[in-house]
């Protein structure tokens, strides 16, 4: 099972299936030939935090959205003109 990781606006992912490229890499598949073989490409709904396909060979990919940072920390400058 591969899983990727896709970014937090992220609306769409390609990715490279692991066991497909293990196989590929096993059976001597040129690189560029197992790249191409392993490749998968597809979309995320905005507000999917989580999500699976399947490969062209039906292997179980997993996309996991990284989270929001809910609250950013804010710096405060008043601490810079205090000295
Ligand atoms: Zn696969």
């Given at each position: ?60 990919i997993v ?21």
């Amino acid at each position: 099972m591969t899983t990727v990781w896709v970014s937090p606006s992220a609306t769409s992912f390609s990715c490279l299936c692991e066991p497909c490229l293990e196989q590929a890499r096993t059976s001597g598949l040129l690189f560029a030939d197992a790249l191409l073989q392993a490749s998968v490409r597809g979309t995320i709904g905005a507000e999917a935090d989580v999500s699976s396909r399947r490969c062209g060979a039906g292997h179980e990919i997993v996309l996991r959205r990284i989270e929001r940072p809910s609250t950013l920390p804010h710096h405060d400058d008043r601490q810079l003109q205090l000295a």
